[in-house]
């Protein structure tokens, strides 16, 4: 793996809001994220959460647009076009929304994938490099960090199989060959040494509540310990 300087990782921070967190879920495609991300805000709100559930690209106008633009299109774009629009998508997210939503105490925004996705798909998968990833990000508010990341870990046959019975229309990502998961599987290994207090690894080939149980037990460790 790359060498990133130790400066560079620690200019990434969370969101310093009392009381109130900001999460996110990461995995290949059939990891089974929607579900996790469903469970994980039930739980949240039984704890007198407020939840808010985000998705990337996407979460603001301009970022559901530029997110259909991506998946649509039949164009194979440059990697930097990946990655930079990704960028923009995510610091309007984080202007427009994130900030101003965890301001409010006892807020929860859980994001459907983040950094680490474009660490993963741009900087491994398409070979960019995960420090000139984090060069882009390095900067307010895109520096900005969850507090806990869960990577849901799966094989490339499980995914393979639960993407075969959704029988939806791949997208611009899904309809990539087998030696492009395969990276993205070695990806997310790789960003998870990176971030190791943050990232959070978890089998995703489980039956979902023995998925959820081992989230749960990380929330339950997060929710007692105090931030800023």
């Not at 060498?3 to 990461?26: G, K, M, N, T, V």
């Not at 994220?33 to 998705?55: A, D, G, H």
């Not at 420090?131 to 046959?157: A, D, S, V, W």
């Not at 990276?183 to 971030?195: A, S, T």
């Amino acid at each position: 793996m790359e060498h990133i300087p130790q400066e560079l990782l620690q200019s990434f921070r969370p969101p310093a809001f009392h009381h109130s967190y900001f999460l996110s879920f990461e995995g290949i495609e059939g990891s089974g994220k929607t579900t996790q991300i469903r469970l994980t805000k039930e739980f949240l709100e039984e704890k007198n959460f407020r939840v808010l559930i985000l998705r990337e690209p996407g979460g603001t106008t301009f970022g559901e647009h530029l997110r259909q633009a991506v998946l649509s299109t039949q164009t194979q774009l440059h990697p930097l076009a990946e990655a930079y629009l990704f960028a923009a998508s995510r610091a309007q997210l984080l202007h427009e929304v994130v900030m101003k939503e965890l301001s409010v105490p006892n807020t929860v925004i859980i994001c459907d994938r983040y950094l680490d996705s474009t660490l993963v798909y741009q900087g491994k998968a398409r070979n960019l490099g995960h420090r000139l990833i984090l060069e882009i990000h390095q900067h307010f508010p895109l520096n900005l960090i969850p507090h806990k990341t869960f990577f849901l870990e799966i094989g490339l046959k499980v995914s393979k199989e639960r993407q075969h019975t959704r029988n939806n229309p791949k997208d611009y990502f899904e309809g990539q060959g087998e030696a492009f998961y395969r990276k993205l599987i070695e990806g997310y290994q790789e960003v998870r040494e990176l971030f190791p207090e943050r990232i959070c690894s978890i089998d995703g080939e489980l039956v979902p509540d023995e998925v959820f149980a081992k989230i749960q037990q990380q929330l339950m460790v997060l929710l007692k310990t105090p931030h800023p």
